[in-house]
């Protein structure tokens, strides 16, 4: 039997990978491709003989620069999925990526290939998807452009509405950088990616004040929700919902009616909100996350 033998994708390579590809996960790459989310000297070809067996890529936001996450696009790591990822990470890491994200189904068969090359579970996720959320008029809220405030006042909302979060992720950075630094890296994040600024919406009591905000972006081409909090002395007040209706408005106006958002599968409140808010579940995810700054 063949060994497998791994190598980077060269522009020539595509029309290739395209006729081993399911329509669907055509469609993912070119589309992650055209929004230079990842280019063909990311894409590793994992073959035997000269038979295509897999196909993963690095893949970032788009004006990052660095990868941060790895897909599969296509076949079976069964068998060379160890030396293949030990592959991807060495790019990776030559690239100065600091870490690396995998997302896998929640039944994937190989967790254990991905632990022995250095990933630890990072959590559970849910995927939801929405082409029409409920009425969000409640409550006497109302909202505005985030563009309206400094970005120093965003920042601050960002870490006050990231407080007491149940998401694992918030939790481990604001642990690990404090809660300042936490909000400013997640801002620089959604910055890096696609966005109209007049999607970014800030919740408003009657009176004005400020006690929520969604940040709807284009994570590798599809409008997802990339950051939602409320104030924690806010919350139960049906204001998640509110800014979720408020977010799709948005996006449809511009002529994007379909929205995804994910969720750590421990943040029940988060996953209330999304249900009651017309979302439906697509998958669960496991997500596991190396790091590359050791």
Excluded at 167 to 190: C, H, N, P, W
Excluded at 209 to 238: A, D, S
Aim: proline share 3%; hydrophobic share 40%.
């Amino acid at each position: 039997m063949e060994s497998c033998s791994y190598r980077f994708a060269q522009q020539s390579d595509l029309q290739t990978v395209r006729s081993e590809l399911s329509e669907e996960a055509w469609r993912r790459l070119s589309r992650l491709l055209e929004c230079r989310c990842t280019q063909p000297d990311w894409i590793v070809l994992a073959l035997v003989g000269k038979t295509l067996t897999a196909t993963l890529a690095l893949v970032t936001h788009t004006e990052f620069g660095l990868p941060l996450e790895l897909f599969e696009f296509h076949g079976s790591l069964k068998g060379c999925s160890f030396e293949l990822l030990q592959f991807v990470v060495g790019k990776a890491r030559s690239l100065g990526s600091r870490e690396l994200f995998y997302t896998v189904p929640a039944d994937s068969a190989e967790t254990a290939a991905i632990s022995d090359a250095g990933f630890r579970q990072w959590r559970n996720t849910v995927r939801f998807k929405s082409t029409k959320l409920t009425d969000g008029g409640m409550g006497g809220y109302r909202s505005c452009a985030a563009a309206d405030f400094d970005r120093s006042e965003i920042v601050v909302l960002l870490e006050q509405t990231s407080e007491l979060s149940a998401d694992s992720q918030i939790q481990f950075y604001r642990e690990r950088l404090g809660a300042r630094k936490d909000a400013e890296m997640t801002l620089e994040v959604m910055e890096y990616t696609q966005y109209d600024p007049n999607w970014w919406r800030v919740a408003l009591t009657p009176g004005g004040q400020t006690i929520g905000i969604v940040l709807p972006v284009l994570v590798h081409g599809e409008p997802t929700i990339g950051f939602i909090g409320v104030r924690p002395e806010r919350r139960g007040r049906k204001i998640a919902q509110f800014l979720l209706a408020e977010a799709w408005s948005v996006l449809s106006r511009s002529g994007r009616p379909t929205i995804y958002a994910e969720a750590d599968q421990r943040n029940a409140s988060m996953y209330r909100a999304l249900i009651s808010s017309g979302f439906t579940l697509q998958c669960r995810q496991q997500e596991w996350r190396l790091d590359l700054s050791r």
